[in-house]
């Protein structure tokens, strides 16, 4: 998605629902680096913050997707500790990417 500034896609699907990934407006988010609406399957990202606090905002949303999803009742700490620590495993350990992709590819 350019209009944030990075190459992120402007969807996923988590659960069977597809979620849409789009920059929100001051007038959605204010301060807020992100948002993210149950009802509008939607996650709203500030364009006006650095690339890495627009990254950390993302996974920060993408907790907050799964966590209501699945009925989790997490804090805003706990949500931001889950983002965090996903981000640091991705970049630490890729290799488990390239498996899972990998065992996708071999399924279909």
Excluded at 38 to 54: C, F, G, H, K, W
Excluded at 64 to 86: F, G, I, K, R
């Amino acid at each position: 998605m350019q209009d944030l500034g990075i190459d992120i896609p402007d969807q996923f699907e988590f659960m069977g629902q597809q979620w849409q990934i789009r920059p929100g407006t001051s007038r959605e988010l204010g301060e807020d680096l992100g948002q993210c609406s149950y009802d509008e399957r939607t996650v709203y990202l500030n364009p006006a913050y650095p690339t890495q606090t627009i990254v950390q905002a993302l996974f920060h949303e993408i907790v907050h997707c799964w966590e209501m999803t699945l009925n989790m009742h997490l804090t805003e700490d706990q949500v931001d500790n889950l983002a965090t620590s996903m981000i640091h495993w991705i970049k630490a350990n890729p290799e488990f990417i390239a498996v899972l992709i990998t065992e996708q590819e071999l399924d279909q």
